[in-house]
């Protein structure tokens, strides 16, 4: 089983970028997407989350507007689309995947990528 992010960097405020996350090794369109992240001295927050069928995605308030999840099950894909980043949401981006449970709860994720990291700096 494997959850492997990609698409973390340096940009400046009020750019964007596109995080992926490619499953594998499971049934993926079964299961609940979500992505988490974590700043240097905070813990690990929710950020996204989409049902499996994606119709239906939550948001923390920090980032509700300016990001997007979203999934493509024929690729075993999650993608998070983020714009108009702001140096706060500089952290480490986790992906995850849940088959029951609370999808605001980290212990509701059963897989769990290795994290990307994004910096949002002039």
């Known amino acids: 089983v494997q959850l492997v992010e990609s698409g973390g960097g340096l940009v400046q405020p009020g750019g964007s970028l596109r995080l992926s996350c490619a499953a594998s090794g499971f049934t993926f369109s079964s299961y609940g997407g979500g992505w988490f992240r974590q700043a240097p001295g905070k813990e690990r927050e929710f950020v996204a989350t989409?049902?499996?069928?994606?119709?239906?995605?939550f948001y923390a308030d920090s980032v509700k507007g300016r990001f997007t999840i979203s999934r493509d099950n024929a690729k075993n894909t999650v993608y998070l689309q983020m714009n108009t980043l702001k140096p706060e949401d500089t952290a480490v981006y986790y992906c995850?995947?849940?088959?029951?449970?609370?999808?605001?709860?980290?212990?509701?994720?059963?897989?769990w990528g290795q994290g990307t990291q994004v910096t949002v700096s002039s």
């Open positions: 989409i049902r499996w069928s994606g119709g239906s995605t």
């Open positions: 995850a995947a849940r088959n029951s449970g609370s999808a605001f709860l980290e212990a509701s994720y059963e897989y």
